[in-house]
């Protein structure tokens, strides 16, 4: 099946620095890969959509310049958390999604990263 | 505006059958997913209907039924591993996925 990676898996910083997390389709290539945001017994947040070559979309309240996303390939998505906070713990999940592999036209996902900012 | 309505916690059996009901209001529709997540993991893809109708896949099933907007997923045969969230997730007019929390399925030996 298509496999999406996700690095690191969990990472501890401290309060203003920048997290840099990597979003890989391993076996596929990803037209639009999505970043969620997930804090404990809640659903899935959107943080935004991005496509290979253009810039992201960012849901409504995500803050674009604290949030950076580059989709610079059709395998590869970095989601940068710049001057992290204690608030920004939490677990960020990246998927995507390929036309034509796709049966379901479904979001793979990757494992997930855990943050948190001390 | 766009809602989910799934129970927020549900408690079966080993080895019993269990049913997941969702009922969704979305700005236009374009098939529903079931995903399942384990504590800490990522979301993992269940089923997707498209028509209204059941899909079996093994010991999960689906339906739809787009006029009443409900779904649900059944789970046969449970079986302890099957303890997790369940995530119901139509697809709006723009291909975006609408998460609700999901429900989680306790299942006692």
């Known amino acids: 099946g298509a496999v999406v990676s996700q690095h690191p898996s969990w990472v501890i910083c401290k309060s203003g620095t920048s997290v840099k997390i990597e979003c890989r389709s391993l076996?596929?290539?990803?037209?639009?890969m999505f970043w969620y945001r997930q804090f404990p017994k809640q659903s899935l947040m959107l943080m935004a959509t991005?496509?290979?070559?253009?810039?992201?979309?960012?849901e409504q309240g995500v803050e674009k310049d604290k949030f950076l996303i580059n989709h610079a390939s059709l395998t590869l998505s970095t989601l940068t958390v710049t001057s992290a906070h204690p608030e920004d713990s939490s677990f960020y999940i990246c998927?995507?999604?390929?036309?034509?592999?796709?049966?379901?036209?479904?979001?793979?996902f990757g494992p997930g990263t855990r943050l948190t900012v001390l | 505006g766009q809602n989910i309505d799934q129970p927020t916690e549900m408690t079966a059996t080993e080895g019993a059958i269990v049913q997941i009901n969702c009922t969704y209001q979305t700005s236009g529709f374009n098939g529903l997913f079931w995903y399942q997540q384990h504590a800490g993991e990522a979301p993992t893809f269940l089923s997707y209907n498209v028509l209204d109708g059941l899909e079996e896949k093994g010991r999960f099933s689906s339906f739809l039924s787009r006029s009443k907007g409900y779904s649900y997923l059944l789970l046969k045969e449970l079986q302890m591993k099957d303890s997790a969230s369940y995530l119901c997730?139509?697809?709006?007019?723009?291909?975006?996925?609408?998460w609700g929390a999901g429900t989680k399925l306790i299942i006692k030996p």
């Open positions: 998927s995507a999604r390929t036309s034509g592999r796709s049966e379901y036209n479904e979001q793979f």
């Open positions: 991005s496509n290979e070559g253009s810039k992201a979309t960012y």
């Open positions: 076996d596929f290539q990803a037209t639009t």
């Open positions: 997730a139509p697809m709006d007019s723009n291909y975006q996925l609408i």
